[in-house]
């Protein structure tokens, strides 16, 4: 069975961003698994795969846009010390914060100025080309429910809505 549309595909992947560091992988034994054409990953990694099949290997090369964005400057804001509650965040640490509807919304402390500090509301890996090792696992058809939900129930997986 080959990778299409509708399809669950169970991926190993190794992430990095060009200088072979990796930055993100699967657990080994614990493939990603996703619905091929769902969004359930980066459209320009879904698009490689289609028409892979089990066993198959690739080398991906995902640009920005293809992938998590470019990067936006107006994400870059600056927010009152206070906003922090007298605790002052790390550098390079990401955060989470309440948005109007109460999403939950990741940042990056950029900076810590006197006054104010640097956050980046993009997502980390915005304006980043990624580099993907991929060996695919399992191609197998999406059950009823996995359809309807648009995501992978994992085998063994607890899964509540
Ligand atoms: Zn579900």
Not at 9 to 25: E, F, P, R, T
Request: no cysteine; aromatic share 4%; hydrophobic share 35%.
């Amino acid at each position: 069975m080959k990778i299409a549309n509708g399809l669950v595909v169970g991926v190993d992947y190794k992430l990095h961003l060009g200088d072979g560091d990796i930055v993100d992988a699967s657990e080994p034994g614990s493939p990603l698994y996703y619905i091929q054409g769902a969004g359930n990953i980066v459209p320009g990694l879904e698009r490689a795969l289609e028409g892979l099949g089990k066993d198959d290997t690739k080398q991906v090369i995902v640009t920005a846009e293809d992938g998590y964005g470019a990067h936006d400057p107006q994400g870059v804001q600056e927010v009152p010390k206070e906003a922090f509650g007298g605790e002052l965040p790390e550098v390079g640490h990401q955060y989470t914060a309440r948005g109007p509807e109460g999403e939950v919304v990741p940042f990056v402390v950029k900076e810590i100025k006197p006054e104010v500090v640097v956050v980046d509301l993009n997502h980390p890996l915005a304006g980043q080309e990624l580099h993907f090792d991929i060996a695919i696992r399992e191609v197998r058809e999406a059950t009823d429910e996995e359809k309807e939900h648009g995501h992978v129930h994992e085998p063994g997986g607890h899964h509540h809505h």
